[in-house]
């Protein structure tokens, strides 16, 4: 069974970082492309950031919205997807999900792990 | 980017009606990429079509997908009490993948 468990999520200032993390199992984690996707209270669903799996040797992509400011990395040894989250703005504020991508199609995300609640704020 | 508009944003349809949920995008979709995923109220998105008209496991068959180019839809045969719930639809041809803004289907 596919599980992905975010963690690392909080309260922080505007202009802080924080990393959240994504612990997978249940798959093969190495070779399968990986997704932050947020969601701010009461809105709709973001893409933030994707890593390709380990045949596209990692590729990293961002919205234009977190470019400079957010870096996705994975350790495939700890089965584990990470988002460093530098600069921070209140309009980062969001549950962010991890989301399994699929094999051949990275940005079709398949399952999804239940959040972690990022709130930026004074 | 491709932007995605749905349509319409709130739709009040009595358990065992017909829903019709419209996505209209702003340029083609390439190859049919285009996916939707259901959300229920303090729950995780999850996908529910992808290729525009393929059921992802699990999902019944009164959940159907069809359309091309630019316009897609998402149907709903005999709404069931669980099928309440946020829907919205994404492309995922190429970065950046967007989502739709989301159509609530609630109980009237």
């Known amino acids: 069974e596919v599980q992905l468990l975010e963690s690392g999520g909080g309260l922080v200032q505007p202009g802080g970082s924080l990393r959240l993390s994504c612990a997978a199992s249940?798959?093969?984690?190495?070779?399968?492309?990986m997704s932050w996707v947020r969601q701010a209270p009461g809105k709709g669903l973001e893409w933030v950031s994707l890593i390709g799996g380990s045949g596209s040797g990692g590729s990293t992509y961002y919205a234009d919205s977190v470019k400079g400011r957010f870096t996705i990395s994975r350790d495939n040894s700890k089965n584990t997807l990470y988002l460093q989250m530098n600069s921070l703005r209140a309009e980062d504020t969001a549950l962010y999900y991890c989301?399994?991508?699929?094999?051949?199609?990275?940005?079709?995300?398949?399952?999804w792990g239940q959040g972690t609640l990022v709130t930026v704020s004074s | 980017e491709i932007v995605l508009t749905q349509s319409p944003g709130t739709l009040s349809l009595s358990p065992g009606e017909r829903a019709t949920l419209s996505c209209r995008a702003s340029?083609?979709?390439?190859?049919?990429?285009l996916a939707w995923y259901q959300q229920k109220p303090g729950q995780a998105p999850r996908l529910l079509i992808y290729?525009?008209?393929s059921r992802a496991t699990g999902i019944p068959d009164r959940f159907s997908g069809s359309g091309s180019g630019t316009d897609f839809t998402l149907t709903i045969s005999r709404l069931e009490p669980e099928d309440f719930a946020g829907y919205y639809c994404q492309h995922y041809g190429s970065s950046p993948w967007t989502f739709g803004q989301g159509t609530k289907v609630e109980i009237k």
């Open positions: 989301a399994k991508g699929a094999l051949d199609y990275g940005g079709l995300f398949d399952y």
């Open positions: 290729a525009t008209s």
């Open positions: 340029q083609s979709v390439s190859s049919s990429y």
């Open positions: 249940g798959f093969t984690f190495r070779i399968y492309p």
